[in-house]
């Protein structure tokens, strides 16, 4: 029997500061609680279903780094003890390059972490003081040096543009300058303020309220999409091969954890508001509270707040949505094998106007995003939605 891979995703909520343009489940002024929290996630592990193989592991939060590498290796050789079938091929912590929570870059590679993907934001000091992120280029150079010195030869970068205040040309100079460090990977996204309520994962503080609506009107749509289209050329100019609608990659660096979000593979995400996902049709997601996740946890239960079963029209809808977030898009064979129909006959309306729009090609086996569709994807997405 062929066992399903399966993925695993570790939420750890705690940050020092919490940036005011940031809709993750995060708290500040908690890092007291990170030895409980840590003692939560094993029991947590110890009290989900272990299925499949265990492909990779992504810390994600907040500030993973601020766990020592003792921590996040307890949580790793609890999971490895959990599964019965292990086959780790990456086990990712996102780490936040400021010099008073320098991360125990040494601790996480002898705790087993493979990559590192690193939240620099802007290698511009005036971006960086627009986000309020707490740290400095120079900050974000030293500790990119530093996970390399420690050994990690897989380290991704995350960064952000629409800063108002940003021109292109500041762009492309932050990512020359990114690109001088040789990332494996980078994300590129824009920064998105103007969210209705109910998409916030979490609401912002009053505080942050009022620096975003002094931030949207400054926002200037037409400047992010050019910036955006400055990224793909000088990304692609250097040899990273945009595979995601924000990633791109040296050859063979893919995010291979984020890759399974979006082929839809089954994971278990454990910690304060984690998502889970079965691989067919149920997900449920954890309570986003830290007191009571820590209540729920340290008494041996699952602390999901909720769950969902998605019907067969969701769930070709989703495939759709994650399938074109891919550069190299929806396979037609595939989808057909899922859902027993060609996308491009299910979807005959939504495709006609498209393609008509310029915002989705059909090639072959492949339905993609056009590049004018890339920029674009949210109002393409739409046609498919009914
Ligand atoms: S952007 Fe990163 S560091 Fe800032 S609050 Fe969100 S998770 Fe924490």
Redesign the pocket.
Known sequence: MVTQPHHLYVHVPF?R???AY?D?V?VGGRAHDILRYTDALLHEIEARPAPGELRTIYFG???PSLLSGEQVGQVVQAAEVRWQHVALEEVTVEA?PSERESPDWDGLRAAGVTRISL?VQSLRDEDLVTLARGHTAREARQAYAAARRAGFDNVSIDLIYGIPGQSPSDWRGVLEAALELRPDHLSCYALQLALQPDEWAAPPRPGALRWRNRVVPRQDDALAADQYRLAEEVLAGRGYRHYELSSWALPGRESRHNSAYWARRAYTGIGAGAHSYDGAAQRSWNTRDLDTYLEVAEMDECPVADAEVLNEQERAFEAIALGLRLVDGISRRAFEAEFRLDPVERYALALAETTRKGLIEVDGDAVRLSPTGRLLASEALISFAG
Do not use: A, K, Q
């Open positions: 940050c500061l919490v940036c940031c993750f995060t939060g907040g500030t936040n939240g």
